[in-house]
């Protein structure tokens, strides 16, 4: 087992979330439970899951086989899900949970989020699981719910007093919308995750979330990358952060690889990071990210690259496929 130290962030209610974890997004069902048990053997104690990334069975075999064999115990991991679209009504809220939970095979998250501010029509788990974005097979027709996000948290605050979730979070939020829930909520969210690179600072928004006590956590660090795997044209309209010289030149300096460099970026900013892996290699790499630190004007020129460009933007599943009815 390798020994690389993860800062830990102490959350509003007083729990600890480790600052780099791995994300599960588009890891492949066949290889999720070793991409888990393996991740856990290099040091990963953070597991970033979601009803819609349809796996979390096979990452909660991987768990399960790394307890069985005494690597660790599952008070010192700390597993995360997401409430998809199609569950916001909520009644729906509790049954969905209790399905994810026994999906992992355990009996509380570490941390819960609302996974889009976005209300979709209910999917009976029996019928299509996970359920998606698009109710038919052509991905044109996005059927919009009538659940309201005040509704929708009031659910979310009462899977903590059922001891279903340790800590609750919102995810794509703007700033807007976290105004909007601190005006009604019982329990201030542990967590904020939004998308979060060099080309996407969302500086204000980080400022928000410092004052107001909620921790952030940043998806997709890469920026493109991610969304080249899932063939987004548009992606590819952008330099890949791996190669741009900033990052390069940083990256040489530091005698680091440039996506160290970016995952360093994030952490010396605050914000906790998840990225998604499936070579034992580029696990190893991503985890020791907090072992070097970048100058102030590093930062600052990292941070100039921002162009507000978001690349996971519900309007891009959306126009012109949505087509709320
Ligand atoms: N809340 C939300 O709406 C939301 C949205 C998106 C993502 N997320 C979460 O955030 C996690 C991370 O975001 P993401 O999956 O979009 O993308 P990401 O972590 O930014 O990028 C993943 C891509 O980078 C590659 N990669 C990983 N480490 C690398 C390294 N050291 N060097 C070179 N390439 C590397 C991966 O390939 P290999 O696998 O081949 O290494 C994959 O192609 C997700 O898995 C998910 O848990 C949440």
């Not at 075999?61 to 679209?85: D, H, Y």
Request: contains cysteine; glycine residues 10%.
């Amino acid at each position: 087992m390798v020994n690389i130290q993860v800062p830990t962030i102490k959350l509003n209610n007083g729990a600890g979330m480790p600052q780099v974890g791995l994300g599960l997004w588009k890891v492949d069902k066949g290889t999720c439970a070793d991409v888990v048990y393996n991740a856990i053997k290099e040091g990963y104690r953070l597991f970033d899951g979601a009803c819609d990334y349809g796996n979390e069975t096979e990452a909660g075999q991987g768990v399960a086989r790394a307890i069985k064999e005494g690597l660790v115990t599952r008070s010192e991991l700390f597993i995360i899900s997401k409430l998809w679209n199609s569950f916001h009504d909520a009644e729906r809220v509790e049954p969905i949970v209790r399905k994810q939970l026994g999906d992992w095979g355990i009996d509380y998250f570490d941390l819960y989020y609302i996974h889009f501010p976005v209300s979709l029509q209910y999917v009976d788990p029996s019928v299509r699981y996970p359920p998606g974005w698009y109710m038919d097979g052509a991905r044109k027709e996005v059927v919009r719910g009538k659940a309201t996000l005040q509704g929708t948290w009031g659910a979310m605050e009462a899977l903590v007093g059922a001891g279903l979730a340790k800590s609750i979070g919102i995810s794509n939020y703007n700033g807007a919308l976290v105004l909007d829930l601190l005006a009604y909520a019982r329990i201030v969210p542990q967590v904020l995750q939004i998308e979060h690179h060099p080309y996407l600072t969302q500086a204000p928004l980080l400022e928000l979330c410092r004052r107001e006590g909620i921790a952030v956590t940043g998806y997709s660090s890469f920026g493109p990358q991610s969304f080249l795997d899932l063939g987004m044209k548009f992606a590819e309209d952008f330099q890949a952060l791996f190669s741009h010289p900033v990052v390069v030149a940083v990256a040489e300096k530091h005698g680091r690889t440039p996506a160290q460099v970016l995952l360093r970026w994030n952490t010396q900013r605050g914000v906790a990071v998840i990225p998604k892996s499936s070579s034992l290699e580029r696990l190893r790499q991503n985890l020791d990210v907090c072992s070097f630190d970048l100058s102030e004007q590093e930062l600052k020129d990292i941070s100039a690259l921002d162009c507000g460009f978001r690349f996971n933007n519900p309007l891009n599943y959306g126009i012109p496929v949505y087509n709320f009815v």
